[in-house]
């Protein structure tokens, strides 16, 4: 269920309303220990790219089939990326973080994974732009924006020269500033392929230049408290 | 016009040029090339957010923008430009529109003797 939110509170199930205000007065007495979190369902769906391949060092694209160690990025968050910009509720958590509004702006700095036989095992560096939707304009490095981490097992299927698919699972472990405490799990699937128009074998080599992914899942914040 | 390139120009030396940077456009690898020889240049997944803008290409380090193209329907653009004259690695960068605060790079390797 999209959007579904429980706010957890640690007077839960008190219902008397005197009862409820001490347990708040008790809570705010209480230095740090806030028994507040936040859990829900969230979608995310974004592309990365091998931006001048073959001369970029930090990026490194698939051909479908082979094994060994590759990695995507997404452009910096100064960027118009049209998807990447209005590309998941996950760091809003579906809209209560203060100050934010659904689809939040993120990067996929990088989406990087190692192929065995087709398993994929890889990692992606969320890096959360801004907490609505659009490009940033405040000069900042995407390296010192929060971040989530997220970990995937995915198996691959090559359908064409043109076209790659995967499908599996992740897990979020947490994530720097105020993700830190973020933990969460669902499915991941997407697609390689190439965004340019003379495809991957005319144009790129056979390489897949691009991808585009979705996740959906489930999240928790114990740490969240707004 | 002269504000036009002054800006340009701005962006071009304040931009950063790390090869992980681009726009939501892309630009196809461009083939090693000989000096002077025409060097095909394309790009793709431009024009899909705000207005549709030229994509102005510029070299790294240079005070003069290399050509200007217009993105068509499908966000694709193509222009032939010239190959520096002196051989070595080559940078240019595609601005899409004036406000372009994350353009593309391609690396351009000229090869062989100068002409």
Redesign the interface.
């Known amino acids: 269920m999209p959007g579904e939110v429980l706010v957890k509170r640690r007077a839960q199930g008190i219902s008397n309303s005197s009862a409820t205000a001490l347990a708040i007065a008790a809570a705010l007495a209480t230095t740090g220990a806030s028994a507040q979190g936040v859990e829900g369902t969230f979608g995310l769906a974004a592309m990365v790219h091998t931006p001048d391949w073959p001369n970029n060092a930090q990026v490194a694209p698939w051909d479908g089939k082979s094994d060994g160690e590759f990695a995507y990025r997404a452009i910096p968050c100064a960027g118009n990326a049209p998807m990447n910009n209005i590309s998941s509720n996950l760091p809003t958590y579906n809209g209560l973080m203060p100050d934010s509004r659904s689809p939040a702006s993120t990067r996929s700095h990088p989406f990087k994974f190692n192929v065995k036989a087709g398993q994929m095992t890889g990692s992606i560096a969320l890096t959360v732009c801004k907490l609505t939707p659009g490009p940033t304009n405040d000069g900042r490095p995407d390296s010192e924006r929060d971040r989530i981490d997220i970990e995937f097992t995915a198996t691959s299927m090559r359908r064409t020269p043109e076209e790659t698919t995967f499908s599996g699972t992740f897990v979020i472990p947490g994530g720097t500033g105020r993700y830190a405490k973020l933990a969460g799990s669902g499915t991941i699937r997407g697609y390689f392929m190439c965004f340019d128009p003379k495809g991957c074998v005319e144009g790129n080599k056979g390489m897949l230049r691009d991808m585009q992914y979705v996740l959906e899942g489930r999240f928790k914040d114990p740490g969240f408290n707004p | 016009m002269l504000r036009a390139l002054s800006f340009i120009l701005g962006l071009a030396v304040a931009a950063s040029f ?7 456009g ?4 461009i083939e090693a090339t000989k000096p002077g020889h025409l060097i095909h240049v ?1 790009g ?2 431009y024009g ?3 207005a549709t803008r030229p994509i102005i290409l510029v070299w790294e380090g240079t005070k003069v923008n290399a050509a200007e193209a217009a993105i068509d329907a ?1 966000g ?1 653009f193509s222009v032939e430009i010239t190959a520096p004259m002196i051989p070595g ?1 080559y940078k240019l960068i595609a601005y ?1 529109g004036l406000d ?3 353009p ?4 351009v ?1 000229v090869v062989g003797p100068s002409i």
Not at chain 2, 104 to 107: E, F, L, Q, S
């Open positions: 790390s090869t992980m940077a681009g726009a939501c892309q630009l196809a690898p394309r793709y997944g899909f957010e705000g499908n694709d690695e899409e372009d605060a994350a593309v790079t391609v690396t390797r």
